[in-house]
């Protein structure tokens, strides 16, 4: 946190990149250098490579700091705020990841236990995708709250351009997964996998691209200083979702959990936006532009992609979809690169 408020985005990527590799090659080693490895061995050593994380991220977050510091201090007038803030961030960041396993554990009980691998591996794939997203409001989360501290009118700007840039970037990637579903489970697992679990992949890729967006307005909330709001949010959201995922998986199995699990991303996405609008100064009708209902266009425009059968035009397809996400991302780009040398302009001819 300290590391990201201060700016220094390549250190933290320098000591992220090496232990996420740890993350799947220690393992690795365990593996490879015992001839019977145990789990408590691999737990040891992805618990080696936390330690050794926290003291790098610890070091390089005291260098950068103010050179004035002498010493760590201790200030009870900061009790409050953190216990306020750090508490209600507490409460999304329990509720969240339990509604984002609760799934499985239900299925276990209202199925078998076995349905679980058809739900949970299709999911897991597609749920990678979060590290984008990551990334990207790691470096908004700074900039949206030293904008909003100052009063800032940019921030409306930074915000419509990192949900329009972030779902240019992500549509074709999910747009692949839902039309070549059941080829990619048949090379990764089987084709007996792929029948059961092509379906669920489908759904969770449009679920995940409407996921992704929800980042944006959550980290600006956040950035606000307003994690009660995004923490009501998730307590809203908590028994609804149980409700609805108890019922359709019970009658519908493993496709009800997923559709259960696509409805939690859409009303937390619209919770997301309707919440950060006041932040924006905005209503929540202003933030659907013409620029959005084209890209609802085309989004719907490419997942019907998923009932063509040839898998040459299902490929053309992609390429179509992709070609115009590129386009539109390159039109939004000149755009805004005329625009900042037009506001420079006019602040040298004021100057």
Known sequence: GILEARHAFGVVNLIRLPMGLFTFLGPLAVVLSSPAPQLDSIAWVLVAGRVISCIAHAYYAWQ??????????????????????????????????????????????????????????????????????????????????????????????????????????????TVALTLFAHELLTIWINPVFADHGAILLQIFAIGILINCIAHIPFTLIQSAGAARLTAFAHIIQLPIYLIILWWLTSTHGTLGAAIAWLIRMILDNLLMFAMCSTYLKRSAKSLINYKISILILITALGFSGALIPSTIVKILWVIFIAGISISMLLISWKADRQFNGLMNLKSISKT
């Open 64 to 173: 950068i700091l103010p050179r004035d510091r002498s010493a760590l201090s201790w200030h009870p007038g900061f009790l409050k705020t953190l216990f306020v803030s750090g508490g209600w961030m507490t409460v999304s960041n329990v509720i969240s990841p339990f509604m984002g396993y609760v799934d499985r554990f239900v299925i276990g009980a209202a199925v078998s236990a076995s349905a679980v691998a058809y739900y949970a591996t299709p999911q897991e794939l597609v749920t990678k995708l979060w590290v984008v997203p990551g990334a990207l409001t790691a470096v908004l989360f700074p900039a949206f709250a030293a904008q909003m501290a100052r009063a800032d009118d940019q921030t409306w700007g930074l915000f419509k351009k990192a949900v329009y840039w972030l779902f240019l970037a992500l549509l074709p990637v």
